[in-house]
């Protein structure tokens, strides 16, 4: 009786070390006596215990950061750029047979491809062509590791840092650009404004009261705000004249013809009554102290 449960108990201790699982995303690699024997697909496998060894590798895509590296530029400035790498094994006998560490191998090697890669521009064009540096490195990392049985699927710088110094250069460089086009944009308009005038300049002189009015205009603008005070200059005081003149020519024109007094005074109608003007004056020339 004792002899059947301590050969049961060999049975399923072989059993438990013969038995093994590879999972969906595994391929297991099988050694027996330290050779290859080939890969093992997912499921429930059976080995030869003591004899064989069974390698599980994950084919999944593995996210490894790479730790920022102090790199100076073609254009010498020195920049702490840091990376992330996505691989898979796409070979897992390859995997096991030609290299040690996947892992550490990949990040080495990509930790030395930035910098040689980085090094290689200048800081604008790092800064500026991120897409063209990120498929330099991982080119650069295919042709390492295809004989790992490795595929590096992407490659991304994720930080760059800058000296505080070139940061402050930087924003000046920035700053001065806006001022520039700034002035530009000023001087532009200022282009297409003087055109516009010198436009309205030469219509104004076809037409001499067209700029009277447009005096008049700025006039009445101004009064706008009752606490305005409004100089008036010398062509507006001609012009109200002009207007003047031009309202009695009208008046005189239109009211009924008045034969002259016995001294040659000119009979007037006023606003309070009516008056006679001297010979020889206009009827504009008459003022508040003239009116009797």
């Known amino acids: 009786m004792n002899i059947l449960i301590i050969v049961l108990v060999v049975v399923l201790l072989g059993f438990g070390l013969a038995v093994r699982i590879v999972k969906q995303y595994e391929q297991g690699v099988l050694f027996r006596l330290g050779r290859v024997l080939g890969l093992r697909q997912p499921g429930l496998r059976l080995i030869i215990p003591f004899v064989d060894v069974l390698h599980r590798v994950s084919l999944r895509i593995i996210t490894m950061p790479i730790q920022s590296q102090g790199i100076i530029t073609r ?121 516009a005038l010198g436009d309205a300049s030469d219509i104004m002189m076809a037409h001499p009261l067209a700029l009277q009015l447009r005096n008049l205009q700025s006039l009445v603008e101004i009064g706008v705000d009752k606490n305005t005070t409004v100089a008036f200059p010398a062509p507006i005081m001609t012009t109200i004249a002009e207007l003047g003149s031009f309202l009695a020519r009208e008046a005189a024109a239109a009211a009924p013809a008045v034969p002259p007094n016995r001294d040659g005074a000119i009979p007037v109608v006023a606003s309070k009554g009516a008056a006679t003007l001297p010979a020889g004056v206009s009827p504009l020339e008459v003022t508040d102290h003239d009116r009797p």
């Not at 500026?128 to 295919?142: A, G, K, P, Q």
């Open 75 to 195: 254009d010498n400035v020195s920049v702490d750029v840091s990376a992330v790498a996505y691989f898979r094994v796409v070979d897992a006998v390859k995997s096991v047979v030609a290299i040690e560490n996947v892992r550490a191998a990949i990040d080495q090697i990509a930790q030395t491809t930035l910098r040689k890669v980085v090094g290689q521009h200048t800081l604008d064009e790092t800064l500026s062509e991120t897409d063209r540096i990120n498929l330099d490195i991982r080119e650069i990392l295919d042709v390492t590791t295809v004989e790992w049985g490795v595929e590096v699927t992407l490659v991304e710088l994720k930080d760059i840092q800058l000296p505080e110094s070139m940061k402050r250069a930087m924003a000046k460089q920035a700053e001065a650009e806006r001022e520039k086009r700034a002035k530009i944009i000023n001087a532009e308009g200022e282009s297409l404004a003087a055109a």
